[in-house]
């Protein structure tokens, strides 16, 4: 058995994480071979059907973006919006958005994933807050520049209570270790950061 295999194997989620989150990342772990970071031509969408509504894949940018180059159905249904090729840095609190580019450098320098909890605005105004998965994918070209990402609805607030313009606040952060360890700031200061 190759190493890389053998690391997948024994990754685990920090406890309390949704099914969801769980689906996609023991997906995730199945792609690659010897990679600890699959290429996004591994992927394959009907391996994960009842995952696709909520899935994203995210590309970085050499301008230092990171946009959405595919947005699921439920997600784009409860935003109200489309956010396919959009910055996800534009959807973030204005305080949030320097620590929120350096969190998802991050999970390509290392490589890692992330955990985030964040608030959100619904299209009808109603915040709720969502457990978003980052998981790294390699290019053609072998360079880690994509996320697959799934949102999970884990609180729905009242119709019209949202204030602000901001979509997205994020709560906490947690980096996952997917063989290579995670940042030196660790996931305390992940937590911290935003």
Not at 34 to 39: F, H, Y
Not at 44 to 73: C, H, K, Q
Not at 95 to 121: D, F, S, W, Y
Not at 157 to 172: F, H, L, P, V
Request: charged share 20%.
């Amino acid at each position: 058995m190759d190493k890389a295999m053998g690391i997948k194997e024994k990754l685990i989620l920090p406890n309390g994480v949704t099914s969801q989150t769980q689906s996609l990342f023991n997906y995730w772990c199945t792609l690659g071979g010897q990679d600890l970071v699959p290429s996004r031509s591994d992927f394959r969408p009907a391996a994960v059907l009842p995952l696709l509504p909520n899935l994203m894949i995210l590309e970085f940018r050499t301008d230092g973006s990171l946009v959405y180059r595919l947005v699921g159905t439920a997600c784009v249904e409860k935003l109200g919006i489309d956010m396919t090729g959009s910055n996800l840095f534009d959807y973030v609190a204005p305080h949030q958005r320097h620590k929120a580019e350096m969190l998802t450098n991050k999970l390509r320098a290392l490589p890692c994933g992330l955990i985030v909890h964040e608030k959100m605005r619904s299209k009808h105004k109603t915040p709720f807050v969502v457990e978003l998965i980052y998981l790294p994918l390699r290019d053609r070209d072998g360079a880690v520049s994509q996320l697959i990402a799934s949102a999970t609805v884990l609180e729905r607030g009242e119709k019209g209570t949202a204030n602000g313009d901001e979509r997205m606040i994020a709560i906490s952060a947690t980096y996952i270790d997917i063989g290579a360890g995670v940042p030196q700031q660790s996931s305390d200061n992940a937590r911290q950061a935003v």
